[in-house]
């Protein structure tokens, strides 16, 4: 089946750095998407990526379709404390469901003040 | 838009009882999916449903878990009987014309003694 590796796995950085994330893909993905868990709540949509090479802004948030399609990454400038959380990428590949997404297993996101 | 709702937020029930956890998705989505995340597993999908018709169940664990969607606004993950190890988040999530872009509720986070 479809794989997503994510890495970090955990960040800790310092507030007002930029910070940086990728996720690769065992196999080709249409489509890419970015989320963010608070804890307690539901992830959240942040960008959502639909073509190879689209580069996609979202406030301090920019999120890049890899050329190859196997992969993506999400930048984060000048962060905040409020941008504490577990952020996940999520793809949808060739195969399976039109509808099923695989997801990452997150990246642990730590401001310090 | 109220977003996805999902209810209840927290359940805890002993080994053996029935749980119920419910959903309504956001208005006018056609895409209805469960997952269940832990620390271990992550997001898990469960089962999705495309216009209140079950596509693909191939995520439920066993024959203890069912789901049903009467209606295009309620939906119904049961439990039956409980063990231990369903303690996990089960989060619902809709989708629209672009179901690959799925909007996540709060979670039902379910303690099974």
């Known amino acids: 089946g479809q794989q997503l590796n994510q890495s970090p796995q955990s960040m800790f950085i310092q507030e007002g750095e930029d910070v940086s994330m990728n996720c690769t893909s065992s196999s080709i993905f249409n489509t890419w998407l970015w989320y963010k868990q608070d804890p307690g709540e539901g992830p959240v949509l942040l960008i959502a990526l639909y073509k190879a090479g689209e580069l996609t802004s979202n406030g301090r948030l920019t999120a890049q379709f890899g050329i190859t399609r196997k992969d993506s990454f999400l930048n984060i400038s000048a962060s905040i404390p409020s941008d504490v959380g577990i952020y996940f990428c999520?793809?949808?590949?060739?195969?399976?469901?039109?509808?099923?997404?695989?997801f990452g297993s997150g990246t642990q996101l730590t401001v310090l003040p | 838009d109220a977003g996805v709702i999902q209810s209840p937020r927290h359940e805890v029930t002993e080994m053996g009882q029935e749980v119920t956890l419910r959903c309504k998705p956001i208005s006018g989505h056609n895409s209805l999916f469960w997952y269940r995340q832990t620390m271990m597993r992550g997001l898990e999908l469960l089962i999705y449903f495309n216009n209140n018709v079950p596509i693909d169940d191939s995520g439920m664990p066993e024959d203890r878990f069912s789901a049903k969607m009467p209606n295009a606004s309620f939906s119904t993950l049961k439990i039956q009987p409980s063990e231990p190890r369903d303690s996990a988040v089960y989060f619902c999530?809709?989708?629209?014309?672009?179901?690959?872009?799925?909007?996540f509720g709060p979670g039902t986070r379910l303690t099974v003694l």
């Open positions: 999520a793809g949808r590949g060739l195969s399976g469901s039109a509808r099923q997404l695989t």
């Open positions: 999530a809709s989708g629209g014309y672009r179901a690959d872009t799925q909007y």
